[in-house]
């Protein structure tokens, strides 16, 4: 098994930034891929970014794209999102998981991740 464990959560202003950590107990084939997803009170679980430790691409939805940024430290067995120019909508309980090397649309999809972590609250004030 692989356990996951989120931090770096917290209230910003808008505009502001934040960066998430994620650290990983162990590295195994099903925790290849390392995404980050958020879920917002009466929402659906959302996809917001993810990279593989195998691969040097990272993939964004797009209402993140080009402000929020996921990267890795291999050595650490952890991976980061950093948030910039954050808005309200973006406030949610951010989610670290991870799975098996999959292919790109897959990489989307919360069916996917085999290990979840806890979540950690950001908070996005106007």
């Known amino acids: 098994q692989v356990q996951l464990v989120e931090s770096g959560g917290g209230l910003v202003q808008a505009g502001g930034s934040l960066r998430l950590s994620c650290t990983a107990s162990?590295?195994?084939?099903?925790?290849?891929?390392m995404g980050w997803f958020r879920q917002a009170p009466g929402k659906e679980r959302e996809f917001v970014g993810a990279?593989?430790?195998?691969?040097?691409?990272?993939w964004y939805a797009d209402s993140v794209k080009g402000r929020f940024t996921v990267s890795g430290d291999n050595a650490k067995n952890t991976v980061y999102l950093q948030m910039n120019s954050l808005k309200p909508e973006d406030s949610a309980v951010y989610y670290c998981?991870?799975?098996?090397?999959?292919?790109?649309?897959?990489?989307?999809?919360?069916?996917?991740?085999?290990?979840w972590g806890q979540g950690t609250q950001v908070t996005v004030s106007s």
């Open positions: 998981a991870s799975g098996p090397p999959s292919p790109v649309q897959a990489i989307s999809n919360i069916v996917t991740y085999k290990y």
């Open positions: 162990r590295r195994t084939l099903s925790a290849i891929v």
């Open positions: 990279l593989a430790w195998n691969d040097p691409d990272t």
